[in-house]
């Protein structure tokens, strides 16, 4: 079973200039995850989908962030214009169904870097 | 909130060493409870889960026992090896809940 894709898996750019990642779920994942991974935290959930709806974007700086899922299956997650305080590892992540909660998969993550 | 505190590291073991690392929670009902690792170059994956009080978790020589009373998950391991080297994450998530909670993370460093 092939698991979650993200990419790109480096990123780098100067602050108030846009990027945008992308992550594809493992095949029949109807849960997707958004985390910012700053360095030295754990995880903090952006934004939460179930199949195409958002369920979940109570800590998402939605003044500069976007997601969308496109027919439940693939995600994107922009920022716009970036800062420096967005550096951070943005991992996505896919479980069954919202109850699966535990059974996370996460993908390796895109490092951003904001300079 | 809800929040975790675990231990700060990084923690530095020479092989064949016992492994703890303290965590504890903060949280208003009675949450399920998660240990993550993160390999190096890796994405997190679950570790071991403990769903209710006294419940223990265990996996790949890792255990850890849902303690209600002191709020704690604390991890351990009786013996590591150097393929132990990772950043271990614990994290809860409240009953009927749709959120993880992770804390902040401690490196452990294995030496052969």
């Known amino acids: 079973e092939a698991g979650v894709a993200q990419s790109p898996r480096y990123k780098i750019i100067e602050k108030r200039q846009s990027v945008a990642f992308w992550c594809n779920p493992i095949?029949?994942?109807?849960?997707l995850y958004w985390y910012q991974q700053i360095l030295g935290q754990g995880p903090k959930l952006l934004i939460q989908?179930?199949?195409?709806?958002?369920?979940?974007d109570s800590q998402l700086p939605k003044d500069r962030f976007s997601a969308e899922r496109l027919k439940g299956v693939d995600s994107t997650l922009k920022i716009q214009p970036a800062k420096l305080e967005d550096s951070a590892v943005y991992l996505c992540?896919?479980?069954?169904?919202?109850?699966?909660?535990?059974?996370?998969?996460f993908g390796p993550g895109t490092r951003l870097t904001v300079t | 909130g809800d929040s975790v505190t675990q231990m700060e590291g990084p923690v530095t073991l020479s092989e064949e060493a016992f492994l703890t690392i303290n965590c504890t929670y903060t949280?208003?009902?009675?949450?399920?409870l998660f240990w993550y690792v993160q390999y190096p170059g890796e994405g997190l994956q679950l570790l071991l889960k403990?769903?209710?009080?006294?419940d223990k978790g265990s996996n790949k020589g890792f255990e850890a026992t849902y303690r209600k009373e002191t709020t704690s998950f604390h991890l351990e391991k009786g013996s590591v090896q150097v393929s132990d080297s990772a950043v271990y994450f614990c994290?809860?998530?409240?009953?009927?809940?749709?959120?993880?909670?992770f804390g902040a993370g401690t490196r452990l460093f294995v030496k052969a």
């Open positions: 095949s029949g994942h109807a849960t």
């Open positions: 994290a809860l998530s409240e009953t009927g809940g749709f959120k993880t909670i």
């Open positions: 403990a769903t209710k009080a006294d």
């Open positions: 992540a896919s479980s069954l169904d919202r109850e699966k909660i535990y059974e996370q998969y």
């Open positions: 949280a208003t009902g009675y949450p399920s």
């Open positions: 989908f179930q199949n195409n709806g958002v369920v979940d």
